[in-house]
């Protein structure tokens, strides 16, 4: 949760008003993103190397990204097994408590990626920036909802893992994991994370995506009409956006349409302008990934626009399962105080839903803000007889 202002390295530029030139954009651009890891030799990637999970549709033995028995574990495809008939109050809460693990776990890999920027004023460090403020404004959103039908958000319990798979088994065959900004962490995290949603049908061996994910979330909300409260919910400021209380069915529709247009999965309209009218996830990445803007052309859809150089960044390597091994003491020190930063965040953030209100959330900024600095010294130090830099692990004291 960000506040109202950006920092002085982030300061926002004028909105884009290019939303309304991408509607018909969404299956041509992402037709246009190689299935590949194309890098180019001068952009190191201490990130390379073998995938042991073997690559994209494999899962491997990788775990989900939280702990086996958390909140936000459950399956999504189970819940979205269940007949529609059968969705009430209950299975609302089950799902809600899943948004919440799914919007949690890309905060880590967005954080680590624009932490790892030098420039913060680059095109490409904004673009990261206002996502990662949508995507905590996200998280808000969720458990707002759960806390409207009677839930309470367990965000430390939900903490995600990291290598491993996004929470409730949503897009099963990608491998989230962390690292500096490269273009392949670019393609094969960020975008895979927010790859436009395409119709999904409901087989075993098909996993779901986030887009499809809320959009059953939200017909589940219409035809349960619950009863929904208002009490404990937060209201915030949030990077570009305003957390408010949702109390009516118009509220929830809103809020949902909002996650989904900003970049969980859209399909046909991710172009849809709202008031920000930034490009969508997806697409805002793809830009960093192509080095263009999208453009219309004669010939259709193509990132030919104005440059995005891709920034200079520290050379953060990809964390190990398990975390860094027998890194030096100064490195040690780095990690404990990032870790219980970061416990300390997520422990407000459950405290402001749990009636500790304005006054938790606005400890989980400062916590979260003082996050960076211990961040930005381990990805400064050299990693002994081995590629690239250290960096955070997001590991739970």
């Not at 969720?142 to 430390?156: D, F, H, S, T």
Request: net charge negative; with cysteine.
């Amino acid at each position: 949760m960000t506040g109202t202002t950006e920092d002085a390295h982030g300061s926002a530029a004028n909105p884009f008003r290019r939303r309304s030139l991408l509607a018909s954009a969404a299956l041509v651009a992402a037709a246009q993103v190689p299935a590949a890891n194309p890098v180019r030799a001068a952009d190191p990637d201490p990130a390379g190397g073998p995938d042991p999970a073997g690559g994209p549709g494999q899962a491997g033995a990788l775990p989900e990204c939280g702990p086996p028995a958390g909140p936000g574990c459950r399956s999504v495809a189970g819940l979205l097994a269940v007949p529609e008939a059968d969705r009430g109050v209950g299975w609302l809460r089950q799902a809600l408590e899943v948004a919440v693990a799914l919007e949690l776990a890309t905060l880590p890999p967005y954080l680590c990626a624009w932490w790892s920027v030098g420039d913060r004023r680059s095109e490409a460090a904004r673009l990261i920036r206002r996502i990662i403020g949508d995507e905590m404004y996200h998280l808000g959103v969720v458990c707002n909802l759960l806390v409207a039908v009677g839930g309470r958000p367990r965000i430390r319990e939900s903490a995600p893992t990291y290598p491993g798979r996004l929470p409730g088994g949503v897009r099963s065959g990608l491998k989230v994991y962390l690292s500096g900004l490269t273009r392949s962490f670019v393609h094969d995290v960020m975008m895979a994370i927010e790859a436009p949603d395409t119709p999904l049908a409901r087989a075993a061996d098909r996993s779901p995506s986030i887009g499809d994910f809320y959009g059953d979330l939200l017909k589940a909300f219409r035809a349960a009409a619950p009863e929904l409260s208002a009490r404990g919910q937060l209201s915030s400021r949030i990077g570009s956006d305003e957390l408010t209380p949702v109390r009516t069915l118009g509220d929830v529709e809103r809020c949902i349409a909002i996650v989904k247009e900003q970049g969980e999965g859209t399909a046909s309209s991710p172009a849809d302008s709202f008031q920000d009218d930034h490009p969508a996830h997806y697409y805002a990445f793809a830009e960093i990934y192509h080095g263009r803007q999208l453009r219309r052309t004669d010939h259709g859809w193509h990132f030919t626009g104005a440059p995005v150089p891709f920034p200079d960044a520290r050379p953060m390597a990809r964390v190990p399962a398990g975390g860094w091994p027998h890194p030096p003491e100064r490195v040690r020190q780095l990690l404990a105080r990032f870790d219980g930063t970061y416990a300390t965040v997520l422990d407000k953030l459950d405290a402001a839903w749990s009636g500790g209100g304005a006054s938790a959330m606005g400890a989980a900024v400062h916590a979260m803000r003082a996050m960076e600095e211990p961040a930005v010294e381990l990805m400064e130090i050299t990693i002994p007889d081995a590629p690239g830099n250290y960096g955070p692990q997001f590991r739970l004291p």
